[in-house]
């Protein structure tokens, strides 16, 4: 019997699959998890913090499971992909949701943070897929990984470091879906936007304050609807996605400042027009 249904997929949709979720704990990850399970699937959610883990799986019910590590850390990342194979004898999905950085000006990242935010966000990433395709999905001929990125493309000031790193992640993506094609694994990136999570709060409160502002659907993303594309992704549909960066963001990508740019209005905030040309001379 199912403890709780996904509210657009069928039934049973992962039946049978394994998925491993980094950064399955909090926020985004949480979500695509339970998304994940709603659908059928085993999941075991990967973090350094046990207790946060083993918080999240108390609440997802059975078919969350947890394995503590340290995704930088190659004995941990190991460690994480051997416990699912030991529990579960496979692995269909790997969703690098580990990630993140700092709120800092471009000019004022020191060396040390900007190493910090590439070794978490590709290194970490770039281990965790290795280890999965290896261990897991080419001995199978089958698997999807979904790659957790960020939207604005054009890079985010204040992320400058973590910008530069999604980056190579999509590139990543996309050459790793060259390359393990013919090994049955697909895989994708989602390029996610700005969405409600508790990890807002480690922002600077204009930061948080302004940021719905930035994107032209006027709100924060909800993580459920990060969670439905994760699980659209693992279903068949995601095989044909392979090598694509889906872009989940309300318009993000496409901001271009506030409308009407402040500098351009007259007092009364209305938007100067242009003169027609005279009809004669059109
Ligand atoms: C304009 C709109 C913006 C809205 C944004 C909305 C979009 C949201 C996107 C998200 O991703 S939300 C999710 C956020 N979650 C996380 O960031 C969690 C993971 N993050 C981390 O673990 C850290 O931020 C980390 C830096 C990526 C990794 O931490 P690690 O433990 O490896 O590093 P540290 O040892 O703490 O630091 C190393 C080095 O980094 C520099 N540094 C780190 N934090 C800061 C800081 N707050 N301010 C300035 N510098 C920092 C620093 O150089 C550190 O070296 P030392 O000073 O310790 O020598
Ligand atoms: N919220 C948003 O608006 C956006 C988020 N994203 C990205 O989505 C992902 C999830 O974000 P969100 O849920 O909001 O943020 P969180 O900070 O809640 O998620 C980060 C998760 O990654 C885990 N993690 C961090 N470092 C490591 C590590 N070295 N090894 C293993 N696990 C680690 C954390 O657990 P622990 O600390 O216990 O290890 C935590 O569960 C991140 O990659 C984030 O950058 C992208 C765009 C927008």
Redesign the pocket.
């Known amino acids: 019997m199912r403890a709780v249904s996904s509210e657009i997929f069928a039934p049973g949709l992962l039946d049978g699959q394994a998925a491993l979720v980094t950064g399955g704990g909090t926020?985004l990850g949480r979500a695509a998890a339970a998304e994940l399970i709603a659908c059928g699937a085993q999941v075991v959610l990967a973090g350094r913090r046990a207790e946060v883990l083993e918080a999240t799986a108390a609440r997802l019910g059975p078919a969350a499971t947890t394995a503590t590590g340290d995704i930088?850390v190659d004995d941990d990342a190991e460690r994480i992909v051997a416990t699912v194979l030991e529990r579960h004898g496979r692995l269909d999905l790997l969703v690098n949701n580990?990630?993140?950085?700092?709120?800092?000006p471009a000019e004022?990242?020191?060396?040390?943070?900007w190493?910090?935010?590439m070794?978490?966000?590709v290194g970490g990433t770039t281990r965790m897929a290795e280890l999965a395709v290896e261990r897991a999905m080419r001995p199978a001929g089958r698997g999807t990984i979904v790659n957790v990125t960020?939207s604005p493309h054009h890079g985010?000031?204040?992320?400058t470091h973590?910008s530069a790193a999604r980056a190579a992640v999509e590139s990543l993506t996309r050459a790793w879906a060259e390359r393990w094609a013919g090994d049955g694994i697909a895989v994708i990136a989602v390029a996610?936007?700005?969405?409600q999570?508790d990890?807002?709060d480690?922002?600077p409160a204009p930061?948080r304050e302004?940021?719905a502002r930035?994107v032209p659907l006027q709100r924060l993303g909800q993580p459920r609807e990060h969670a439905w594309l994760v699980a659209l992704l693992a279903s068949e549909l995601g095989r044909s996605l392979s090598g694509s960066v889906v872009t989940l963001d309300g318009a993000r990508d496409n901001w271009c400042g506030p409308w009407p740019p402040p500098a351009i209005t007259d007092d009364g905030g209305d938007v100067p027009v242009e003169e027609r040309r005279p009809a004669a001379t059109r």
């Open positions: 926020g930088r580990a990630g993140g950085q700092y709120f800092v004022a990242i020191a060396t040390r943070g190493q910090a935010v070794r978490l966000n960020l985010l000031a204040g992320m973590s996610a936007g700005h969405f999570t990890a807002l480690k922002y930061v302004s940021v930035m």
